[in-house]
């Protein structure tokens, strides 16, 4: 292998040990948030890919619980900040404070100083400063007067929208929905988890049982090691047929840029890997397109006032293009 060819190949070994960690992981965030296995699963994921989550549900299913309950198992700091109308920019970011007793001025850093940062109600928050959360998790630094702070590594921020059509929200900009690496939601949970959650002494909810089970070193480098994970040409080619066919569809007015679709790729091996797998398999794809292309699809008027949504227009997109056949995946 020449210097050339990018990060390492996971080892066996390295495959089985993430693979052990993302069902600790599971596991203990579950304590706290019943019956969404699927949905915590995502959201580690996103974690380990190096990518950030927008939770779109209604008010009282979870969001906030099971985005600190993440954190918490993670290992790490943890801040969170409740997004308001009357929040600024620098409420986020940080701030040069003046010192009165040897007359310098300091950085303050802001809540997004932290390895995994709650933001409750992004879409509640004036667009000016929605962007500059967003444009932290992009740059991974918050720059002040010119000089540059960077934040902890990892770094994931966990936002959490309620439907635009609640009263009070501001949409969030369709190149902002860009910075998220996937976008899911809870739901309600089924009759079975939703009873266990009304049981009193139950432990749903609470977030302070949650064992903390890794530490950001380790999610660092398992992460870098994920990178490094066999996607074989034919996926690859897969991945962006599927990219094309939702852009080529005549009720989309912007599709899955090439930005959208290595989220699909960082995304899909990391999803391997917690299969305890070295290598991408179609299948993976198909459970990944939705949460990762949904969000960063624009649909047109016509289409919109038709009913048609993005999520349809991907599963469609999926279901037209043939995958890779099995016996040439490796």
Do not use: W
């Not at 943890?78 to 409420?91: A, E, G, I, Y």
């Not at 950085?107 to 500059?132: C, Y």
């Not at 902002?176 to 089924?190: A, E, H, K, N």
Request: proline residues 7%; charged residues 20%.
């Amino acid at each position: 292998m020449t210097a050339l060819a990018g990060p390492l190949t996971p080892t066996e070994a390295d495959i089985a040990e993430f693979r052990q960690l993302h069902q600790r992981l599971g596991d203990a965030v579950e304590s706290a948030v019943h019956g969404k296995r699927a949905t915590v699963d995502l959201v580690l994921d996103a974690a380990f890919a190096g990518g950030h989550v927008l939770l779109e549900d209604v008010p009282g299913t979870g969001k906030t619980t099971l985005a600190r309950a993440v954190a918490q198992a993670l290992g790490g700091q943890v801040r969170r900040v409740q997004f308001t109308p009357d929040l600024l920019p620098s409420d986020v970011t940080g701030t040069t404070v003046f010192d009165p007793r040897d007359g310098q001025i300091r950085f303050r850093p802001g809540p997004v100083f932290a390895h995994v940062v709650l933001a409750d109600e992004i879409n509640r928050a004036s667009a000016k400063t929605q962007s500059a959360l967003l444009e932290v998790m992009e740059e991974r630094t918050v720059t002040v007067d010119g000089e540059a702070h960077l934040v902890p590594e990892p770094f994931l921020v966990i936002a959490t929208q309620n439907p635009v059509d609640l009263d009070g929200t501001y949409r969030l900009p369709e190149a902002q929905l860009d910075r998220f690496l996937i976008r899911t939601s809870l739901g309600y949970p089924d009759a079975e988890h939703e009873i266990e959650v009304l049981r009193p002494g139950s432990t749903a909810g609470r977030v302070a049982d949650v064992p903390v089970v890794s530490s950001p070193d380790e999610v660092a480098l398992m992460a870098q090691r994920l990178t490094g994970l066999h996607v074989a040409d034919l996926l690859l080619r897969y991945i962006r047929e599927i990219g094309v066919a939702v852009r080529h569809d005549p009720r989309v007015r912007l599709g899955a840029s090439t930005r959208g679709l290595r989220a699909l790729v960082r995304c899909v091996q990391v999803y391997a890997a917690a299969q305890g797998r070295n290598y991408v398999v179609p299948s993976d794809v198909q459970r990944l397109a939705e949460p990762v292309l949904a969000h960063r699809t624009v649909l047109t008027r016509d289409a919109v006032l038709a009913g048609h949504t993005p999520t349809s227009v991907v599963h469609e997109a999926l279901d037209t293009v043939a995958p890779p056949q099995p016996d040439d995946h490796h």
